[in-house]
Every structure is written in C-alpha cells, then in structure tokens.
C-alpha cells in the first residue's frame, strides 16, 4: 500500500511563497509519476503540476505556470512544488497524488493514489 503524506502549508500574504512536500511511501516511488492537484472551497479539483518518473519531464496548468516549479528526489521518496508570487486565487487545499504510469498526466483518473492533502491559504 503506498502512503502519501503532504507537509509545507500555511498562511502566506500575498507575493510569498510557500513550499509543499510529499513524502511516498513504498520502495516503487521512482517508477510512477507525481502530481499535485488542489481544491479551493465551493470548486472542483483541479491539476496544478505533474512530474514524470525521472524528473525529465513536467506540465503544469496555465494559471500556476512561471511561479510554481514540481520537482522530485527519489532518493528521498519525496516530490516538492515551490509556490512563489503566491495570490489569493492560490488559495485552496494541495492534493499529492501518484499516476498509474511512469508518464506525466493532468487527469485525475491518471493518479491511483491520494494524500490527504494541506491547506494553503494566501491573504490579500
């Protein structure tokens, strides 16, 4: 059974930045993609980054892109996103999931499994 557990969240104004940490349980880490989504109150999830197995590859939805990097260590067993110039709309709490294939995905229905999730909160 593979575990996921998110850590990093918090209260930040905005312009700040925040760094989320998840850390994968399980010794098949390095052979699976990661992916973070979020859920901001009243919304749906949505994707926000994925990673590919080896970190060669990485995709990231449009309103996120140029202010949040993904990224992994599998030695650690641990995917990260740094999230700088951090606003309000950010607000929402942070899934970690792992994918089904070693390929990146923006699906939901691509990622198996699901941590329980952090709250990120940025105020104006």
């Known amino acids: 059974q593979v575990q996921l557990v998110e850590s990093g969240g918090g209260l930040v104004q905005a312009g700040g930045s925040l760094r989320l940490s998840c850390a994968a349980s399980?010794?098949?880490?390095?052979?699976?993609?990661m992916g973070w989504f979020r859920q901001a109150p009243g919304k749906e999830r949505e994707f926000v980054a994925a990673i590919s197995w080896n970190g060669g590859s990485t995709s990231y939805a449009d309103s996120v892109k140029g202010r949040f990097t993904i990224s992994r260590d599998n030695a650690k067993n641990t995917v990260y996103l740094q999230m700088n110039s951090l606003k309000p709309e950010d607000t929402a709490v942070y899934y970690c999931?792992?994918?089904?294939?070693?390929?990146?995905?923006?699906?939901?229905?691509?990622?198996?499994?699901w941590g329980q999730g952090t709250q990120v909160t940025v105020s104006s």
């Open positions: 999931a792992r994918a089904r294939s070693p390929r990146v995905g923006v699906r939901q229905g691509e990622y198996d499994y």
């Open positions: 399980g010794r098949t880490f390095n052979s699976y993609a």
